[in-house]
């Protein structure tokens, strides 16, 4: 079990890079874990990848459960969301639980921007060609997708991203063990909306 632990996290932190590195892009993390986890096995693994003694993490969700399971596999600490590195956003959250979550998400500081959050939010499905066009560093011209994140969700995010490199960047995950990232250097339009 170790080695294949070793092993899957070693593979997602590649893909979550490579995936940084070209937003957008829909890649595959197979995961099957041996136990319940509460949260999608996708999501579960990127926690596993990212998560360790020295960054702590907050659960957009009414049941314990899977905060207090990743705290048990991670050791990372569990905080209020305005201190969290990781902010995870579960199946379970609705629209207005995580647009609170992100207005409440820190954006780091000019002297450390890296002190900034990343959210983990899950979805049922991620596709590619969808009604979102993201453009900026790592595409080329523009790229389509489709999630479901409400249009204030992303006004509050242009909000959150404007003064770089002050930011938030974006983990999504669904239940087909894809990832796809969003990082705060990604301009997000949403086709239909006025520019």
Not at 3 to 29: A, C, E, N, W
Not at 116 to 135: C, P
Not at 160 to 188: A, H, W
């Amino acid at each position: 079990m170790v080695t294949s632990f070793v092993h899957d996290t070693q593979h997602t932190y590649r893909k979550i890079l490579d995936s940084m590195s070209k937003p957008g892009q829909i890649s595959s993390i197979e995961s099957n874990p041996e136990h319940q986890m509460y949260c999608l096995p996708a999501t579960f693994l990127v926690a596993l990848t990212l998560f360790d003694t020295e960054v702590n993490f907050h659960v957009i969700d009414h049941d314990t459960k899977i905060a207090n399971v990743l705290s048990q596999y991670t050791v990372a600490t569990q905080v209020p969301i305005e201190k969290a590195d990781y902010i995870i956003a579960t199946n379970n959250t609705d629209a207005m639980e995580l647009l609170h979550g992100l207005k409440k998400s820190s954006v780091g500081t000019l002297a450390d921007p890296h002190q900034s959050a990343t959210l983990i939010v899950e979805q049922q499905n991620i596709i590619e060609n969808g009604d979102l066009e993201l453009s900026g560093p790592g595409i080329k011209e523009t790229h389509r997708i489709g999630i479901e994140v409400s249009e204030e969700f992303w006004k509050e995010r242009d909000v959150k991203i404007k003064e770089y490199p002050l930011g938030i960047d974006l983990i999504f995950t669904d239940q087909n063990s894809n990832i796809m990232c969003i990082p705060r250097t990604t301009r997000v339009h949403k086709k239909g909306a006025d520019k």
